[in-house]
Nanobody
Framework: QVQLVESGGGLVQPGGSLRLSCAAS????????MGWYRQAPGKQRELVAT??????NYADSVKGRFTISRDNAKNTVYLQMNSLKPEDTAVYYC??????????WGQGTQVTVSS
C-alpha cells in the first residue's frame, strides 16, 4: 500500500523560510512525477511545483522563491520555500504519480505565514 509521509510545515513570519518533505513508500512501480499542491481556506487546490525526469514546473506566484527537488534513492520530494508571504498560507499536499499505478496524495501539512 502506498504511503506518503509529509513533514516540515509550521508557522513562520513573512520573509521566512520552510522546507517541506514528502517520502513515498509501498509501491513497486516507478515514479513518473512528484509535486506539491496547496489549498487555502475557501479556495480550490492549486499546483505549486512539480518535478519529472529532472524537469521542474512552478506556479507563477512562487517562481524565484520556491525550489522543488527530488532524491530518487529515497523516493522523497522536497519543497524549499523562501521569502514566504501571508498569501502562501495554505495546507500543502504532496502528490506522487506512478507509472502504471496511478496518482496518490499525502495527508497535507499546514503552512502559516503570519507575524
Amino acid at each position: 500500500q502506498v504511503q506518503l509521509v509529509e513533514s516540515g510545515g509550521g508557522l513562520v513570519q513573512p520573509g521566512g523560510s520552510l522546507r517541506l518533505s514528502c517520502a513515498a513508500s509501498g509501491s513497486i512501480f516507478s515514479i513518473r512525477a512528484m509535486g506539491w499542491y496547496r489549498q487555502a481556506p475557501g479556495k480550490q487546490r492549486e499546483l505549486v511545483a512539480t518535478i519529472s525526469g529532472g524537469r521542474t514546473n512552478y506556479a507563477d506566484s512562487v517562481k524565484g522563491r520556491f525550489t522543488i527537488s527530488r532524491d530518487n534513492a529515497k523516493n522523497t520530494v522536497y519543497l524549499q520555500m523562501n521569502s514566504l508571504k501571508p498569501e502562501d498560507t495554505a495546507v500543502y499536499y504532496c502528490n506522487v504519480d506512478y507509472v502504471l499505478a496511478g496518482s496518490y496524495w499525502g495527508q497535507g501539512t499546514q503552512v502559516t505565514v503570519s507575524s
